[in-house]
Every structure is written in C-alpha cells, then in structure tokens.
C-alpha cells in the first residue's frame, strides 16, 4: 500500500520567517495530496491541496508544490505567524478520490515570536 | 467549526467492553469517513460509508463495526476493546463519494481504556 513519509518531526522558525515541510510517497498511483493542520484539542482542517496534473498551487502565505518524478511534495508557509503554530499533516491518496487518505507522521511547527 | 459533529467528547471504558461512537455530517454531506489517531501509529483511515453504504475500508479490526443510517448520521462500534484501542477517532465528511471532495473533520471522540 501507500507510504507516506513527513520531515521534520518537528520545526522551529522565528516569526515572519519562512517554513518548509516535505513529504514522499511511495505510489506513482497517487494524484491527490492535501494538507492539513491540527491544533491542539481539534480535529485537522485542510488548509491546501494538489492534484498530480499541477506543480504548484498557492493561496495567500500557503503555498504546495509537488514533484511527481521524484515522489515528493513540500508546504510552504512564508511570513510565519504564532497563529500557525500547530501540527502539519500531509496526505496522500491512490486513484481519482480522496478515500483511503494515507496520513504522513505529522510536523509540530512552533513560532518564536 | 467544520459543522462535522462528534459524541461524546471523551469516553472512559474498561477493557473487554463495547462503545459506539456517533458522527452527524455537516448538512448536504453524504460521505462520512472515520480515522483513528494514536501516538504510535499516527492518523489512520478506518472506513468511508457513502449515503448509506460501505464504498472503502482500511485497517478497521475485526473488532469495530460502522454504519451510516438514513439520516446519513454514523456509529463507529468499538467491542472487546483493548488498552491499545486507546486513541482518538476523529469522523470526517464530503458531499460526494470521493473524488475532487474535501474531506471536514469532526472535533474528535477521545477514548480511553482502562
């Protein structure tokens, strides 16, 4: 089945800063790749998502780009704040739905104000 | 508020018991999807119901059962728990059956068995 793999674990970055979390997958079979963002004592909210027939896609300080060749996609959060303070989850899913969502391990990303 | 709602909040139980969980999509949904969340083995998809049928499974034991009623509400029935059943489980809609859907999230039922 599918893999997903997600680095950091965890991540640092002073406010206003930049913050980059990459994911792989293991199955050219996937062409959905969404990411989500859990605060503490709440469920994930999908905060941007990709299809495998675009590179790159943005929305305000969030950005996604995915290398399907290589397997790999990245968020972008540029001009950090401490509201986006949280843990990131990638995803990944085979086929034409989002079913069967395979979760990365998550990324705990704190802002130092 | 993602209008995806979760009960009970929290659920304290005993080994060898059963539990049923409850999740109302938000309005218009017809796909309800259920995930377990635990420290070890992170966000896992358990099982998707789509206007009242199974259209896909996960790693969901033999052990927990789910359905989705009439009124697209669903249960998550958790038996012969065990202390490792411990987790959060977390029920997310679409309004379709898959596809170019986004998935909402509940707040989550926390489990706890003693």
């Known amino acids: 089945g599918e893999n997903v793999e997600q680095h950091p674990s965890t991540l640092s970055v002073q406010e206003g800063d930049s913050a980059v979390i990459k994911c792989t997958y293991s199955d050219s079979a996937s062409n959905y790749f969404p990411w989500y963002k859990q605060e503490l004592g709440k469920g994930p909210q999908l905060i941007i998502d990709?299809?495998?027939?675009?590179g790159e896609k943005k929305d305000q300080r969030i950005a996604v780009t995915l290398n399907k060749t290589a397997k790999h996609f990245s968020l972008h959060i540029t001009e950090t704040q401490p509201e986006d303070s949280a843990v990131y989850f990638c995803a990944a899913s085979i086929g034409f739905g989002n079913e069967k969502l395979t979760f990365g391990t998550g990324t705990r990303l704190t802002i130092i104000p | 508020d993602s209008g995806v709602t979760q009960t009970p909040k929290h659920l304290i139980t005993a080994t060898g018991q059963r539990v049923t969980l409850r999740c109302s999509p938000r309005s218009g949904d017809l796909s309800v999807y259920w995930y377990q969340q635990s420290l070890d083995q992170g966000l896992q998809f358990l099982i998707q119901?789509?206007?009242?049928?199974?259209?896909a499974k996960g790693n969901i034991l033999e052990r927990f059962s789910a359905q989705q009623f009439p009124d697209l509400h669903s249960e998550l029935n958790l038996s012969s728990l065990e202390l490792g059943d411990s987790a959060l489980y977390f029920c997310a809609s679409s309004p379709g059956a898959g596809g170019a859907d986004t998935q909402y999230f509940g707040p989550g039922t926390r489990l706890t068995v003693l």
């Open positions: 119901y789509y206007n009242g049928e199974e259209r």
């Open positions: 990709i299809r495998s027939n675009v």
